[in-house]
């Protein structure tokens, strides 16, 4: 479609893209909430906390 030669892509290059849409792609799953808020609630008592 784009007459590619190798898998390297430019600067400046346009590309022309299938506009079938849809993706080829999935959409990864959305984490339940509590383990959302689990992992805020954990990283929350590390603010300030020298790396060293």
């Known amino acids: ?5 190798s ?4 600067v400046g290059q ?4 299938k506009s079938s ?3 080829e ?5 959305t984490p339940p909430v ?4 689990t992992i805020i ?3 929350m008592q ?3 906390v020298p790396y060293v």
Not at 25 to 29: D, E, L
């Open 1 to 5: 479609m784009n007459g590619l030669s």
């Open 7 to 10: 898998d390297n892509i430019f």
């Open 14 to 17: 346009k590309l022309k893209l």
């Open 21 to 23: 849409g849809e993706s």
């Open 25 to 29: 792609f999935k959409k990864a799953p």
């Open 34 to 37: 509590n383990v959302v808020e």
């Open 41 to 43: 609630n954990n990283s």
């Open 46 to 48: 590390y603010l300030g």
